[in-house]
Structures are given as C-alpha cells and as structure tokens.
C-alpha cells in the first residue's frame, strides 16, 4: 500500500532523470495531473497525457496511467535538477501568499495545492492564494 502517492511521483521523476528516460509512467490521479500541468506551463517537461487500461500491456494493472515526456537540454543537461517533496503526510506544511519566497531568486518554482487547484508559487503569489506546499524543484 502507498501512503504518499505524491512523493512515489516525484521519486519517479527523479530516477528517471537520473537514468535520462525520455517517458516516466505513473498511477493516474487530479492531483499528479495539476503537478504535471504545472511541470509543462513553468518549461520543466515536454508534455503530459493520460492513457487508458485498455491501451496498457497487461502487467501495468487497472485504472489511467499518467505518461510525463520529460525535459533535457541539447546536450543532455537535466532541466530538472533537484526535486524535493516539502510538506508530507505526518508534517503538512501550508503557506500564505505573502510568506512563498522564490526559489534560487526565481531560478526554482514551488509547487502549491490551493483551493483553486494546483498551481506555481509564481502563480499563488500573483492570485495572492495561499495553500499547501507539496514540493521544490530546480
């Protein structure tokens, strides 16, 4: 059993930047799907799509599968260098629009679950929405 499907996708990411894997596969949900909007509107990946069960092989289990194409620079430079999962199941770490610094000065982004759904901290400071902070990347 999962008790962190958030951080499971970020790991994801992780190794398959490390591994330099154009395609990371996922277990489908809205929340991993507005992180990887997010991914694509900041530049940190290509595109993001859903796929069926019936479009799977047979081994990768029932439900949707989120597919991320991920980022590199022309000679292989990792666009996405670091990623952090911030606020966790047994620490949830929320903050207001007022309190989000930028990350590196603007070189990182955070990525912030509001009631408006999952957005930027660039974002959330412009709506001036506060909320909590799933993760960090740069």
């Keep these: ?12 990411i992780r190794n398959a930047v490390s591994v330099e894997r154009p395609i990371v596969e996922m277990p489908h949900s809205k929340v991993k799907r507005g992180v990887a909007e997010v991914l694509k509107r900041e530049g940190y990946i290509w595109d993001w799509r859903e796929e069926n069960a019936d479009e799977q092989s047979k081994d990768s289990g029932p439900g949707k599968r989120l597919c991320i194409d991920l980022k590199y620079g022309p000679n292989g ?7 952090k999962r911030v606020s966790k199941p047994g620490c949830r770490v929320y903050s207001r629009a007022t309190a989000l610094r930028p990350i590196l000065n603007g070189l990182g982004i955070s990525i912030i679950s509001t009631s408006r759904g999952v957005i930027s901290d660039r974002e959330a400071r412009q709506k001036k929405l506060g909320g909590e902070v799933l993760c960090e990347l740069w």
């Design 77 to 83: 430079e990792r666009v996405i260098r670091h990623i």
């Design 1 to 12: 059993m999962m008790t962190d499907p958030i951080a499971d996708m970020l790991t994801r």
